[in-house]
């Protein structure tokens, strides 16, 4: 991770606000101190970061989107995609909604945030997020599960993906939260995420690992 002390680019220094620049702080100095693991006991199934860990820096990412509030309506809805009989994948999606709670006044932007759930194992995943008006989609880890049958349709959708799954980010979704020498690291697959409509700015790349 770059130090803390980041010597902007001239054009990236242009382009900062205030505001941007206090984000782009912000998720630099969680990045360089927020504990990495959320059970050091199992690391197989579990995402490597804290729900409280994913869940403010998710929100802090995605106010780089520069196309995010412009296709969002008076809220940003989140979706958790998730498989309510894998017993991590329906923690993740229980601490998702646990830490949106604690966090009730943050927002995107001016937009309120909402938490929806899509099991996959119980709705067709384009006609649930079509009609639960879905902006944002995490993914929670996954069994037995093709992550091109969930880009396909995001893409089509135009929606957002976002997980606390690295490998994900590898596989086609747009970001991920990872762990790179025992600390938080962000992950932007950049083509997934042109794919997706989304249009990070050049302040959070600059912060992460970008893969193409």
């Given at each position: 991770?770059?130090?803390l002390?980041?010597?902007w680019s001239?054009?990236?220094?242009?382009w900062?606000?205030?505001?941007?620049r206090t984000?782009?702080?912000?998720?630099?100095?969680?990045?360089a101190?927020?504990?990495?693991?959320s059970?050091p006991?199992?690391?197989?199934?579990?995402?490597?970061?804290?729900?409280?860990?994913?869940?403010p820096l998710?929100?802090?990412?995605l106010?780089?989107?520069r196309?995010?509030?412009a296709?969002?309506?008076?809220?940003?809805?989140?979706?958790?995609?998730?498989q309510g009989?894998?017993?991590a994948?329906?923690?993740?999606?229980?601490?998702m909604h646990?830490?949106a709670?604690?966090?009730?006044?943050?927002r995107?932007g001016?937009?309120?945030?909402?938490i929806?759930?899509v099991d996959?194992?119980?709705?067709?995943?384009?006609?649930a997020?079509?009609s639960?008006k879905?902006?944002v989609?995490y993914?929670?880890?996954?069994?037995?599960?093709?992550?091109k049958?969930?880009t396909?349709?995001t893409?089509?959708?135009?929606i957002?993906t976002v997980t606390g799954t690295e490998?994900?980010?590898h596989?086609?979704?747009?970001?991920?939260?990872?762990?790179?020498?025992?600390?938080?690291?962000v992950f932007v697959?950049l083509?997934?995420?042109?794919?997706?409509?989304?249009?990070f700015?050049?302040?959070?790349?600059?912060l992460?690992q970008?893969v193409?």
């Amino acid at each position: 991770m770059q130090p803390l002390a980041h010597r902007w680019s001239g054009a990236t220094r242009r382009w900062l606000g205030a505001g941007a620049r206090t984000l782009v702080l912000a998720i630099a100095l969680a990045l360089a101190t927020a504990p990495a693991y959320s059970d050091p006991s199992d690391f197989s199934d579990e995402p490597d970061l804290a729900m409280t860990v994913q869940y403010p820096l998710l929100l802090k990412i995605l106010q780089f989107d520069r196309n995010l509030t412009a296709r969002a309506g008076q809220e940003v809805v989140i979706g958790v995609v998730y498989q309510g009989r894998f017993r991590a994948s329906a923690r993740a999606c229980d601490e998702m909604h646990k830490a949106a709670q604690a966090a009730e006044a943050e927002r995107i932007g001016d937009r309120r945030i909402t938490i929806v759930e899509v099991d996959l194992e119980r709705v067709n995943l384009k006609d649930a997020l079509d009609s639960l008006k879905v902006d944002v989609v995490y993914v929670a880890p996954l069994r037995a599960t093709n992550i091109k049958d969930i880009t396909e349709i995001t893409r089509q959708l135009h929606i957002t993906t976002v997980t606390g799954t690295e490998e994900y980010v590898h596989e086609g979704l747009a970001v991920g939260l990872g762990v790179w020498q025992e600390k938080p690291r962000v992950f932007v697959n950049l083509n997934a995420s042109r794919a997706e409509g989304a249009d990070f700015s050049s302040g959070l790349l600059s912060l992460a690992q970008v893969v193409k």
